[in-house]
T-cell receptor
Framework: DAGVIQSPRHEVTEMGQEVTLRCKPI?????LFWYRQTMMRGLELLIYFNNNVPIDDSGMPEDRFSAKMPNASFSTLKIQPSEPRDSAVYFC????????????FGNGTRLTVT | DAKTTQPNSMESNEEEPVHLPCNHS???????IHWYRQLPSQGPEYVIH???SNVNNRMASLAIAEDRKSSTLILHRATLRDAAVYYC?????????????FGDGTTLTVKP
């Protein structure tokens, strides 16, 4: 099992550009989570999906952020337009549909918006 | 969501035991207690979890208070590789089973 795979590992973009972050969860996992981590705010839950359906997006900061999960093996987090304050490390995590199961995190995408 | 509180930082000497506390006074009967740790430049990794009884695995032990309002992660012999940020979170298996929010965690420093 390759674990949760995120791409790219690093992204540098200019303010105003569209950014797309990608995530491949572990096969068979029903839950997928997107988190954002900054020094100021720590690890924040942005949105999570169950069986490809968004369940709670209350953590998405504003309309510039959107997330999709077109199938069980792929999810994207898009920022359009990007702003410098979006600079952070974005993590994707997945887990089976049992709350006594652990979350499995990817290695994250470090986003820098200049 | 039930919240957890942890000390901001702790120090330990190498090869000594470490006890990392977590308070979760508003825990519900359907919350599992999970612990994760995050090494520099990596995503959080699972350490251990429990519901009511104490738990042991190859990485650590979890001691859960009888009233479940607090728990302690125990590293029996700290190594330099255990230096990380440790998070205690609650996962509800009843409603909102998926929602898992992290607090600020405890930064563990291990001194040689």
């Amino acid at each position: 099992d390759a674990g949760v795979i995120q791409s790219p590992r690093h992204e540098v973009t200019e303010m105003g550009q569209e950014v797309t972050l990608r995530c491949k969860p572990i096969s068979g996992h029903d839950y997928l989570f997107w988190y954002r981590q900054t020094m100021m705010r720590g690890l924040e839950l942005l949105i999570y999906f169950n069986n490809n359906v968004p369940i709670d997006d209350s953590g998405m900061p504003e309309d510039r952020f959107s997330a999709k999960m077109p199938n069980a093996s792929f999810s994207t987090l898009k920022i359009q337009p990007s702003e410098p304050r979006d600079s952070a490390v974005y993590f994707c995590a997945s887990s089976p549909d049992r709350p006594n199961s652990p979350l499995h995190f990817g290695n994250g995408t470090r986003l820098t918006v200049t | 969501d039930a919240k957890t509180t942890q000390p901001n930082s702790m120090e330990s000497n190498e090869e000594e035991p470490v006890h990392l506390p977590c308070n979760h006074s508003t825990i519900s009967g359907t919350d599992y207690i999970h612990w994760y740790r995050q090494l520099p430049s990596q995503g959080p990794e699972y350490v251990i979890h429990g519901l009511t009884s104490n738990v042991n695995n190859r990485m650590a032990s979890l001691a859960i208070a009888e009233d479940r309002k607090s728990s302690t992660l125990i590293l029996h012999r700290a190594t330099l590789r255990d230096a990380a940020v440790y998070y205690c979170i609650l996962r509800d298996y009843n409603t909102n089973a998926g929602k898992s929010t992290f607090g600020d965690g405890t930064t563990l420093t291990v001194k040689p």
